[in-house]
């Protein structure tokens, strides 16, 4: 679990500046691996510096983080 109020960005793993952003954080022993051997599908910068890997994918994390449930907004969209 993370504290939502410390997280700075949530982004996709693909993008080249992210795989180095990863290293670095795997350089300096601030990388946390919450796949659990699972693809990484996300990676959360957290405020303390911190790189976490995460396997749910950005926009369902973003969901999560803002408070905001996937299901209660497809329920909105339907009204």
Not at 63 to 79: A, P
Request: net charge negative.
């Amino acid at each position: 679990m993370l504290s939502a109020s410390k997280v700075v960005a949530i982004v996709s793993p693909e993008a080249a500046p992210v795989k180095r952003l990863v290293q670095n954080g795997r350089d300096r022993h601030m990388l946390v691996d919450a796949s659990c051997g699972r693809k990484t599908k996300s990676v959360i910068v957290m405020e303390s510096g911190h790189i976490v890997l995460s396997a749910i994918a950005p926009e369902t994390l973003a969901h999560r983080v803002s408070g905001t449930d996937m299901n209660e907004e497809e329920d909105e969209d339907e009204q």
